[in-house]
């Protein structure tokens, strides 16, 4: 198996839930007491939060860029950033490092091009919902977005900064999801995409009008195809 570089901590809830379903996908296609090889780097998120509190990008930048360098460093083959929001600065990080990158939006796209999806609507913080990094990126894989309802847009990024990424799930957080799959419904969406790795502690992918994709749930499971030198996943 090849050694993944995993960037993490932007929370920890995702990390925590990359490290599981990784490691179960690994079991599941190779050998029932395998785990995966794999480095994690853990940030701190709380000076992350006030780069982006702040517009500071670049600080960004530097900080998932020291720590993708770091990785390489001490050991890993390929990266991943357990964040949808951190691909925002993608193409900086992939280009300071000699090592492939899985970008979470082109597995994503890959995916809902297979199963047929043409029209989907995109659930996740402010910045994924309305920025062009991660809505271009769907839309060249063949897949159509709703234009984002700025009214969905606050609510979903209040309750994943106010509540998910703490842990906390609440039924008023899971109602008013399920009430927003629901509009995208009859706005003419036929698939939702759920791009911020928390979400789906209050979104039920299996019990609702639209398919819901999890991009966390396909983002694992291309790094898991790359681990075990499947044909899917990141180049060679």
């Not at 019990?207 to 694992?220: G, K, M, Q, R």
Request: glycine share 8%.
């Amino acid at each position: 198996m090849r050694k993944l570089g995993l960037i993490g901590g932007i929370s920890w809830i995702s990390t925590r839930a990359y490290y599981e379903k990784i490691n179960r996908r690994v079991q599941h296609l190779g050998q029932a007491v395998a785990s995966a090889p794999m480095l994690i780097e853990s940030l701190d998120y709380a000076p992350i939060h006030e780069a982006k509190q702040d517009d500071d990008w670049d600080r960004i930048s530097g900080t998932l860029i020291d720590a993708a360098r770091g990785l390489e460093r001490s050991g890993a083959e390929g990266l991943a950033m357990a964040s949808n929001l951190m691909h925002r600065q993608y193409d900086e990080v992939a280009a300071a490092v000699d090592i492939p990158v899985l970008h979470i939006a082109d597995a994503v796209g890959t995916h809902l091009s297979s199963k047929g999806v043409e029209n989907a609507a995109l659930l996740g913080t402010r910045e994924v919902m309305t920025g062009g990094f991660y809505r271009q990126r769907l839309v060249s894989h063949g897949v159509s977005l709703l234009p984002p309802d700025m009214n969905d847009v606050e609510m979903v990024d209040g309750i994943i900064y106010k509540e998910l990424i703490f842990g906390r799930v609440t039924r008023s957080a899971e109602r008013a999801l399920k009430t927003i799959v629901t509009g995208k419904d009859k706005a003419g969406a036929n698939a939702i995409v759920l791009a911020s790795t928390e979400l789906e502690l209050v979104v039920d992918t299996r019990a609702n009008v639209l398919p819901v994709f999890d991009s966390t749930e396909i983002h694992c499971n291309a790094i898991c195809d790359w681990i075990l030198g499947r044909k899917e996943g990141l180049p060679t």
